[in-house]
């Protein structure tokens, strides 16, 4: 298998909103953003899949020797591999990628967040960075445009807690901030315990609110001359609203079900942003 073929079945198997995306680049582009995407894969698994959090820590050492090392060009992972013949085409740099590997080192050593700004510097580095990477894969003219990505990429990492607090709960970790908890008067436990409540609801209403604010905020930073070009991230933010939306519908039901949208809908969704420059 070569590290091409490695970086796709990554993606594909992901199911994630992100690939349907990638699906209307030009092929170098393609290429790129299905390698990156393939990296942020591997390190956030390791978070996932690796129970033991001493092994967890080591693997992800490992991720980071492995960007020095490839960046000296000596890459030895077929996602580095992959990846490294873009990474000066489209200004990839390794503190980037180093950024994100120090995310997904944050997950091992806090399962809280205090506030949001604590929830944010999380954010920043686990989403914000891989929205900067991507806007300059996709190509960009302005520099407004990595701030747009930014946001963008923190209102995703958002969608993504609010649609995950019961997953994660049983793996007891609550990113929900700590002081919005107290401020709706929800208990740690009871998110633990995954106990639904008019309470949990009101917290919710909240964090979603708070989401399309992001929204908001990224969407009006797209410089003009740069929209066309972002178009896949702007695929992604139809996709991921719509879900956010669904959520919403389904009155926050998220301790014990994965509210999700079906391949066919994201597809469309994608293909209405591509055709109609509509989210």
Not at 93 to 120: S, V
């Amino acid at each position: 298998m070569t590290p091409q073929d490695y970086v796709a079945q990554k993606a594909a198997a992901s199911g994630s909103s992100f690939y349907y995306a990638f699906l209307f680049l030009p092929p170098p582009r393609r290429a790129a953003i299905t390698a990156f995407y393939a990296f942020c894969r591997e390190v956030d698994d390791v978070v996932d899949e690796v129970h033991d959090p001493a092994v967890a820590a080591q693997k992800l050492q490992w991720w980071q020797q492995e960007v020095q090392q490839a960046y000296a060009g000596q890459a030895s992972h077929p996602v580095l591999q992959a990846l490294m013949p873009h990474a000066t085409d489209y200004a990839i740099r390794a503190d980037q990628l180093l950024a994100i590997i120090e995310g997904c080192q944050m997950d091992l050593a806090q399962n809280r967040y205090l506030d949001y700004p604590a929830l944010q510097q999380y954010c920043h580095l686990v989403a914000g960075v891989v929205g900067e990477v991507s806007a300059s894969i996709f190509g960009q003219t302005d520099p407004q445009t990595t701030r747009y990505a930014h946001l963008l990429g923190q209102a995703f990492q958002m969608t993504n807690i609010i649609r995950d607090v019961g997953e994660d709960a049983m793996r007891g970790r609550i990113y929900l901030p700590i002081n919005d908890l107290q401020k709706f008067d929800v208990k740690a436990h009871e998110l633990l315990k995954r106990q639904h409540s008019e309470r949990f609801e009101a917290l919710m209403k909240f964090q979603c609110e708070r989401a399309h604010q992001l929204y908001d905020q990224a969407l009006a930073l797209l410089p003009m001359c740069d929209r066309r070009a972002q178009k896949p991230g702007l695929m992604m933010a139809s996709i991921y609203r719509t879900l956010l939306r669904e959520i919403e519908h389904e009155r926050y039901q998220v301790l014990h079900q994965r509210i999700s949208l079906t391949p066919l809908r994201k597809l469309w969704l994608a293909w209405k942003v591509q055709a109609l420059g509509r989210l």
